[in-house]
Nanobody, 126 residues
Framework: EVQFVESGGGSVQAGDSLRLSCTTS????????IGWFRQAPGKEREGVSC????????YYADSVKGRFTISKDNAKNTVYLQMNDLKPEDTAVYYC???????????????????WGQGTQVTVSS
């Protein structure tokens, strides 16, 4: 079973930045992907970004391209989500999740992920 420590959420103003961290244990960091997802009140969960933990390939939802950057530190089993120029519509609970096996750009936000973190709240006010 994979365990997570998520951190970095908070309440900020529009235009500010936050960096989310997701540290895993029990996940083979070189085999699969770690994704960030978010869910706003009354809305379905959506994929935000994903990184292939072996090669470092990264994928983004159109709504965050150019503003968010995903990165990894294999030595720390940690994935980061740097979020710049935050907007009120970015307000949501952000979750990281792990997926073993092959992930491609076409399916990263469509396939079921194996394990999920507890989530961290991000609130952006205008």
């Amino acid at each position: 079973e994979v365990q997570f420590v998520e951190s970095g959420g908070g309440s900020v103003q529009a235009g500010d930045s936050l960096r989310l961290s997701c540290t895993t244990s029990g996940f083979p960091f070189g085999d699969g992907a770690i994704g960030w997802f978010r869910q706003a009140p009354g809305k379905e969960r959506e994929g935000v970004s994903c990184i292939i933990t072996s090669r470092g390939n990264s994928y983004y939802a159109d709504s965050v391209k150019g503003r968010f950057t995903i990165s990894k530190d294999n030595a720390k089993n940690t994935v980061y989500l740097q979020m710049n120029d935050l907007k009120p519509e970015d307000t949501a609970v952000y979750y990281c999740a792990t997926k073993r096996g092959l992930i491609t750009p076409e399916i990263w936000n469509l396939v079921p992920y194996d394990y999920w973190g507890q989530g961290t709240q991000v609130t952006v006010s205008s």
